[in-house]
């Protein structure tokens, strides 16, 4: 009995998870792992959002087990998510309190950025994490709209840090907070840096696993400087598949190349339409265009996302889809890419350096 314990645990142990592309043994997660004869039960820890993965998780290792010749080994494990403070581009700091920044990008604008940065934050949420979300669009803040927060303010007690609004389970800030809605902003590059540096550091996040930073789109001064400034433990490029997308959604990576800010992956926006009346699949705007980017450069496609007038009316509505319409495929399509973006952030380095002492060397 004690051998086929050892030899299921060896089975447990190299069960690759697909979102964190690492076996369980190289995540290190079987630390509460409890293994028989005929069950796995305890807990195993995921450095992604569990809540709504534990069946799915269970399903297929159950079926890994069969393939290795164990196919009436009960699984009931339990899954934790533990979700670590990764490395930021240098000389910056973690910002205090908030785990990992990630930033979302695009080459150039209309290609639904916001409302990527919008369901992914959502979807994070939805899976246990604790999740803000700053609008850096200063010209068109999209945030407030999407989340229904349209004509709120955000209040500051203190009189030094705003206090984020918060909606559908997530904190967020943006401009479009503290202007009217019809108002224009027309402020020069170096306004625009400061203020967003300053909606970043001045808001009271309070503690969060992830905070989303919906970037303006383009690769200019105000991208490069926000880039610099702001404490990223990755970044995510939203395309489309035509052409013209994917140029400038080179240059968008090729931005977070040169500031040292690692690209987690890319995410293909408006891939496909299905038709609402006959079902018919069409590839409106070309096909493999992402995932062609993603093997040029040696980053992850993270996901590939559907064109539907749903997402849009959803959105416009203050109400993402993955929180109006969860459990559709649409919704789904954005939490499968969720969980991989949060798969690629897990294989990146932690940050140590609140392990170590400062050294300073002085001379006598």
Excluded at 2 to 15: F, G
Excluded at 125 to 132: C, D, H, I, L, P
Excluded at 241 to 266: S, T
Excluded at 333 to 359: C, K, S, W
Aim: one cysteine or more; proline letters at 6%; glycine letters at 12%.
């Amino acid at each position: 009995m004690a051998d086929a314990a050892h030899k299921i645990r060896t089975v447990v142990e190299q069960y690759t998870d697909p979102y964190l592309q690492q076996t369980l043994a190289e995540a290190a997660a079987l630390a509460d792992l409890k293994v028989s004869a005929c069950e796995v039960a305890g807990t195993i820890e995921l450095g992604i959002p569990v809540a709504g993965y534990v069946e799915q998780f269970r399903s297929a290792l159950a079926s890994h087990l069969a393939r290795a010749g164990f196919p009436d080994c009960a699984v009931r494990c339990d899954l934790r998510a533990t979700i670590v403070a990764h490395s930021v581009q240098r000389p910056l700091k973690p910002l205090p309190g908030v785990s990992n920044i990630v930033a979302v990008a695009s080459g150039k604008g209309g290609v639904g950025k916001s409302t990527v940065a919008a369901n992914l934050a959502l979807a994070w949420a939805a899976g246990g994490a604790r999740v803000g979300i700053l609008d850096a669009d200063i010209y068109g803040p999209s945030q407030p709209l999407m989340l229904g927060l349209e004509g709120q303010r955000p209040t500051a007690p203190d009189g030094k840090h705003l206090v984020p609004l918060e909606a559908h389970g997530l904190k967020a800030m943006s401009i479009g907070f503290l202007v009217d809605a019809g108002q224009a902003v027309v402020w020069r590059g170096p306004m625009v840096t400061q203020a967003l540096t300053q909606l970043l550091g001045d808001t009271a996040w309070g503690e969060l696993d992830y905070l989303v930073v919906d970037m303006p789109p383009g690769t200019g001064d105000i991208q490069l400087t926000l880039a610099q400034r702001v404490p990223v433990s990755g970044a995510v490029i939203v395309t489309t598949p035509q052409d013209l997308a994917l140029a400038d959604a080179r240059k968008g990576l090729a931005m977070f190349e040169k500031v040292a800010v690692p690209v987690l992956g890319i995410v293909e926006n408006m891939s496909l339409h299905v038709c609402s009346n006959c079902g018919h699949v069409e590839h409106i705007f070309g096909a493999g265009g992402g995932a062609r980017m993603a093997a040029e450069y040696g980053v992850q496609l993270l996901g590939s996302l559907p064109l539907d007038g749903h997402i849009r009316a959803e959105a416009d509505g203050g109400a993402p889809t993955v929180v109006s319409a969860p459990g559709t495929p649409r919704a789904t399509a954005y939490v499968e890419m969720a969980r991989h973006t949060a798969g690629a952030l897990a294989r990146r380095g932690r940050d140590r350096r609140g392990q170590f002492p400062q050294i300073v060397v002085e001379e006598s």
